[in-house]
């Protein structure tokens, strides 16, 4: 079963940092492009970042480039998503997505970032 | 940034009856559109990309229909598992931006 699973989210502090993992089961991880998207308390989805299959393409979205970082470990089939400098604005879950030729055709359930002090 | 615009925010409908969702982008995405379904505490489904074409394994009660601005998914028999929001999104612009969703309560 094609499968990913998000996890790392939890309370932090503005100004905090806060590294979120996705390990992806079922499938051939290397051979997508992958995706985090946000959801902000009772708010629509936001793109956040996308990374192709080898890492070395990288996109952001405006409202967190120099902030947040996306990589991933092909080896290992992980996904991960380094947040650093958080606002109150951040706190959403963020989930990981498969992408394929543009579409996200399989997500994680997310995981939960507060930023509150 | 194109704004994709849904209607209504929340249709009642009873089991049994067709649902009817629009979704509107600010300038023409052409056929780049998807639908996804998410429940609370769920990982997002992908129904239909490309505006009318069914991911594998959605059942044929949905369809997807429109191009350039005006898009509608159709629910031709609602079942007691399709209660959910629905939610569309471009992916011929960047960034890729996604609807607010439209909620399908139990009337």
């Known amino acids: 079963e094609e499968q990913l699973v998000e996890s790392g989210g939890g309370l932090v502090q503005p100004g905090g940092s806060l590294r979120l993992s996705c390990a992806a089961s079922g499938f051939t991880f290397s051979t997508y492009w992958m995706s985090w998207v946000r959801q902000a308390p009772g708010k629509g989805l936001q793109w956040v970042a996308n990374?192709?299959?080898?890492?070395?393409?990288?996109y952001y979205a405006d409202s967190v480039r120099g902030r947040f970082t996306i990589s991933r470990d092909n080896a290992n089939n992980s996904l991960y998503l380094q947040m650093n400098t958080l606002r109150a604005e951040d706190s959403a879950v963020y989930f990981c997505a498969r992408v394929a030729n543009s579409i996200r055709d399989r997500w994680g359930q997310g995981t939960l970032v507060t930023v509150s002090s | 940034e194109i704004v994709m615009t849904q209607s209504p925010g929340t249709l009642s409908v009873s089991p049994g009856e067709r649902a009817t969702l629009s979704c509107r982008a600010s300038?023409?995405?052409?056929?780049?559109l998807a639908w996804y379904q998410q429940k609370l505490g769920q990982a997002p489904r992908l129904l239909i990309y490309g505006a009318s074409t069914r991911a594998t394994g959605v059942p044929d009660r949905f369809s997807g229909s429109g191009s350039g601005t005006e898009f509608t998914l159709t629910i031709s028999s609602l079942q007691s598992e399709d209660f959910a929001t629905y939610v569309c999104q471009q992916y011929k612009h960047w960034p890729e931006t996604f609807g607010q969703g439209t909620k399908v309560e139990i009337k």
């Open positions: 990374i192709r299959q080898d890492g070395k393409e990288l």
């Open positions: 300038q023409s995405v052409s056929t780049n």
